[in-house]
């Protein structure tokens, strides 16, 4: 399986009229415990004052914090964390036929994630988080783990929005 702790780290230069850098560091650890899986996820990164907007880091929605709206907060500078428990509950089993089924069981994945930016640039729509934005949610992956739907509050606004994706298992 995969290996319980992987870091990756990119940089990036860009040279001519408009020199710049940019740094990532992105962190993933999993952790059995019996059939549960504990999986902590972040990532950190740097640009300098003259990286372009499109290579800026944004925060917010889909990917980080559900709850808060999409790509709400950004910037050159961003940090993104994120703490998520996965149990599988036994759950109907639907025939789907010369497919299969819909597997015997629903993963459901009580998390905390958190984000901060700083940095902002004028002509982009998100902004700085004037400090660390944080929300609380659950995800709930059905299909042999295929299909993710999620709710997350957003503490700061006190809002809760919801996202459903395809995964990447």
């Known amino acids: 399986g995969p290996s319980p702790v992987t870091v990756e780290t990119t940089a990036e230069v860009g040279v001519g009229s408009q020199a710049y850098g940019r740094a990532t560091v992105d962190v993933s650890v999993v ?9 902590a996820r972040g990532w950190a990164g740097f640009g300098t004052s003259t990286l372009p907007p499109h290579r800026s880091f944004a925060v917010g929605g889909r990917g980080t914090l559900i709850g808060e709206r999409f790509r709400a907060w950004g910037g050159r500078r961003a940090a993104f964390a994120r703490l998520e428990w996965q149990v599988p509950v036994p759950f109907l089993s639907l025939p789907l036929g010369s497919f299969g089924s819909t597997g015997p069981e629903l993963v459901v994945a009580p998390y905390v994630g958190a984000a901060w930016a700083g940095g902002e640039y004028a002509e982009l729509a998100w902004q700085n988080t004037d400090g660390i934005r944080t929300v609380l949610g659950v995800g709930f992956e059905w299909l042999h783990r295929l299909v993710r739907v999620e709710f997350g509050y957003s503490v700061e606004d006190s809002r809760l929005r919801a996202s459903a994706d395809l995964s990447r298992y």
Request: hydrophobic share 45%; aromatic share 0%.
């Open 31 to 39: 952790r059995r415990a019996r059939s549960t899986m504990l999986v």
